[in-house]
């Protein structure tokens, strides 16, 4: 592991977990938090939750006219993951029917500087809409299944979503730039939980950097790096830690794209409404009942600096669940199987902080299990979404944090699990993982059922 310089308690120092097994275990402010970082955690926890609606309204207007959800509870319910559109019969879905999933979209990359915006799209796809306004398109959702089977003969299903976009609002923008629907790459997102994200914020650039094996020079199979993004208010080019590409460098930047994308709310760090509310504007231009004015294209930013910085501070302070069961034996068996089959060398047991960047002590200089080393991996062609996002190729994902994992159901209801859903529990989303990860994936499939079950369980304890 890793070591810092610890910091100096007055006191033994909070512990870095809560224990809370409940469907709110995602949603505890960090242990030893002040009165008035309570009182702050609160505002943000109320902001989160309250939606937006459209600017005619007097009660916290800004919603739109193009958007994903108007609140970002709607995305993350209790502070957790989100789910795709339902699975039919006829295996085909509107991703209009669900909140919790979106598209982001893109007709290139540069390394550098990042996605390149679709014409009179953006980088990311409103299906909802105002009154008075049209979504950008319509997306419909085919999922497609395979078979396999384990190595002891028993059968498994695994299922993968397909994107078709019809009914473009704006077409023509598309095709005076010359490009055509075709060329439009998509990446799906359904919201990931967000607790502990504060403690992802204070790993220093140099932790991450020592674990990284860009070149494989170890030789173990494993080459993870780091990706490298524009920060939206420096303009600098730095190290991307949050997001499931690791394509921003902050939570706050990460929540003002959020507002600014997700709802159409506009804010301190993006402050022009996003381009696929353009084909909207010639209808509604100077309406003061939905707040455009033809002077500037947008209205003044909806969600102002006391809004944004207080849901970022929510953000940064929701805790993460302690784990559950951890002498059990099964639970040891599994988690020795999870050693032994390799998945612990991307989903690093345990890291340390640094000194948080916006100097919240209870988040600096603290030893948490997050299961992740943040990196990004190649996942291999089954979990490709061919979308590159700065230095993030279509084949790679940052390893995702498991901490909490084992009370997702709990929490939500439902047991969807990687980028975009498409697993319907652990094991599938074990038999998805490729690339650098086949070769644990191949372990895990080669399992006897018992072992299977010691592992799941142990996955489950955290």
Same mark, same amino acid.
């Given at each position: 592991?890793?070591?810092?310089?610890?910091?100096?308690?007055?006191?033994?120092?909070?512990?870095? $977990? #809560?224990?809370?097994? $409940?469907?709110?275990?995602?949603?505890?402010?960090?242990?030893? /938090?002040?009165?008035?970082?309570?009182?702050?955690?609160?505002?943000?926890?109320?902001?989160?939750?309250?939606?937006?609606?459209?600017?005619?309204?007097?009660?916290?207007?800004?919603?739109?006219?193009?958007?994903?959800?108007?609140?970002?509870?709607?995305?993350?319910?209790?502070?957790?993951? =989100?789910?795709?559109?339902?699975?039919?019969?006829?295996?085909?879905?509107?991703?209009?029917?669900?909140?919790?999933? &979106?598209?982001?979209?893109?007709?290139?990359?540069?390394?550098?500087?990042?996605?390149?915006?679709?014409?009179?799209?953006?980088?990311?796809?409103?299906?909802?809409?105002?009154?008075? !306004?049209?979504?950008?398109? $319509?997306?419909? #959702?085919?999922?497609?299944?395979?078979?396999?089977? %384990?190595?002891?003969?028993?059968? %498994?299903?695994?299922?993968?979503?397909?994107?078709?976009? +019809?009914?473009?609002?704006?077409?023509?923008?598309?095709?005076?730039?010359?490009?055509?629907?075709?060329?439009?790459?998509?990446?799906?997102?359904? !919201?990931?939980?967000?607790?502990?994200?504060? %403690?992802?914020? !204070?790993?220093?650039?140099?932790?991450?950097?020592?674990?990284?094996?860009?070149?494989?020079?170890?030789?173990?199979?494993?080459?993870?790096?780091?990706?490298?993004?524009?920060?939206?208010?420096?303009?600098?080019?730095?190290?991307?830690?949050?997001? &499931?590409?690791?394509?921003?460098?902050?939570?706050?930047?990460?929540?003002?794209?959020?507002?600014?994308?997700? /709802?159409?709310?506009?804010?301190?760090?993006?402050?022009?409404?996003?381009? =696929?509310?353009?084909?909207?504007?010639? !209808?509604?231009?100077?309406?003061?009942?939905?707040?455009?004015?033809?002077?500037?294209?947008?209205?003044?930013?909806?969600?102002?600096?006391?809004? &944004?910085?207080?849901?970022?501070?929510? $953000?940064?302070?929701?805790?993460?669940?302690?784990?559950?069961?951890?002498?059990?034996?099964?639970?040891?068996?599994?988690?020795?199987?999870?050693?032994?089959?390799?998945?612990?060398?991307?989903?690093?047991?345990?890291?340390?902080?640094?000194?948080?960047?916006?100097?919240?002590?209870?988040?600096?200089?603290?030893?948490?299990?997050?299961?992740?080393?943040?990196?990004?991996?190649?996942?291999?062609?089954?979990?490709?979404? =061919?979308?590159?996002?700065?230095?993030?190729?279509?084949?790679?994902?940052?390893?995702?944090?498991?901490?909490?994992?084992?009370?997702?159901?709990?929490?939500?209801?439902?047991?969807? %699990?990687?980028?975009? =859903?498409?697993? *319907?529990?652990?094991?599938?989303?074990?038999?998805?993982?490729?690339?650098?990860?086949?070769?644990?994936?191949?372990?895990?499939?080669?399992? +006897?059922?018992?072992?299977?079950?010691?592992?799941?369980?142990?996955? *489950?304890?955290?």
């Amino acid at each position: 592991m890793l070591s810092v310089t610890a910091v100096t308690w007055a006191d033994p120092p909070p512990p870095v $977990t #809560v224990d809370s097994a $409940t469907s709110n275990a995602f949603s505890h402010p960090l242990p030893g /938090m002040s009165d008035e970082q309570v009182a702050r955690f609160t505002r943000g926890d109320a902001d989160f939750e309250t939606p937006f609606v459209s600017s005619g309204n007097a009660i916290r207007p800004g919603l739109g006219p193009v958007f994903n959800a108007s609140s970002c509870e709607a995305c993350h319910p209790r502070d957790s993951r =989100g789910q795709p559109p339902p699975h039919p019969a006829d295996d085909r879905s509107n991703l209009a029917d669900g909140e919790s999933m &979106l598209l982001r979209v893109s007709v290139g990359n540069d390394p550098r500087t990042g996605p390149i915006p679709v014409p009179g799209m953006g980088t990311q796809l409103q299906q909802h809409a105002v009154a008075g !306004a049209v979504p950008e398109a $319509t997306v419909i #959702v085919h999922w497609r299944t395979t078979r396999g089977e %384990y190595a002891d003969g028993t059968a %498994y299903e695994l299922r993968r979503p397909e994107f078709e976009l +019809t009914d473009l609002a704006d077409p023509e923008a598309l095709t005076e730039a010359g490009y055509t629907v075709e060329d439009i790459e998509t990446s799906p997102r359904v !919201a990931p939980p967000i607790h502990g994200r504060g %403690y992802i914020e !204070a790993i220093a650039d140099e932790t991450l950097l020592a674990l990284a094996d860009p070149d494989d020079a170890d030789g173990d199979g494993i080459s993870g790096r780091v990706n490298r993004v524009i920060d939206a208010v420096s303009g600098e080019r730095v190290i991307g830690r949050i997001g &499931l590409k690791a394509n921003n460098p902050s939570l706050r930047q990460q929540n003002a794209g959020a507002y600014h994308q997700d /709802m159409g709310v506009t804010n301190p760090v993006f402050p022009r409404e996003a381009p =696929g509310a353009a084909v909207n504007r010639d !209808a509604m231009a100077d309406d003061p009942e939905l707040g455009w004015s033809s002077a500037t294209g947008s209205p003044d930013p909806e969600a102002g600096e006391r809004r &944004l910085g207080d849901v970022t501070f929510y $953000t940064q302070t929701l805790a993460v669940p302690s784990r559950r069961f951890v002498d059990n034996p099964e639970v040891r068996r599994g988690e020795r199987l999870f050693e032994r089959s390799g998945c612990a060398a991307c989903h690093v047991p345990t890291i340390e902080t640094g000194e948080h960047p916006d100097g919240i002590a209870l988040l600096s200089n603290r030893e948490i299990a997050p299961y992740s080393d943040f990196l990004l991996h190649d996942m291999g062609e089954g979990l490709a979404d =061919g979308r590159g996002d700065f230095v993030a190729t279509g084949r790679e994902w940052r390893t995702p944090p498991l901490w909490g994992i084992g009370l997702n159901e709990l929490v939500t209801g439902h047991r969807f %699990y990687l980028h975009d =859903g498409r697993a *319907r529990g652990l094991a599938e989303a074990i038999l998805w993982h490729g690339g650098e990860a086949g070769a644990a994936r191949e372990s895990f499939r080669q399992m +006897t059922a018992a072992e299977r079950h010691a592992m799941l369980t142990f996955l *489950r304890s955290l």
